[in-house]
């Protein structure tokens, strides 16, 4: 599809919904956490990780090239 007018294929938007996804368990995970003030093994650590993991999963999605 050289001449197509989108500026991502369809494996980029399945890819960034795959993040989006990701991003939204870690914040999930994150209000979890049954410590007070979210200062749990949830709230510290997991969350943020699944988070930040998720946001760079968005930054491989957005700048992946299909082989094509």
Do not use: C, R, W
Request: charged residues 10%.
């Amino acid at each position: 599809m050289p001449n197509s007018h989108f500026a991502f294929t369809k494996k980029n938007y399945i890819l960034m919904l795959i993040g989006l996804g990701m991003i939204i368990i870690g914040f999930t995970i994150i209000g979890l956490d049954k410590e007070p003030h979210g200062f749990g093994f949830l709230g510290l650590i997991l969350g943020p990780v699944i988070t930040l993991s998720g946001f760079l999963f968005q930054f491989y999605a957005i700048f992946h090239k299909s082989g094509k």
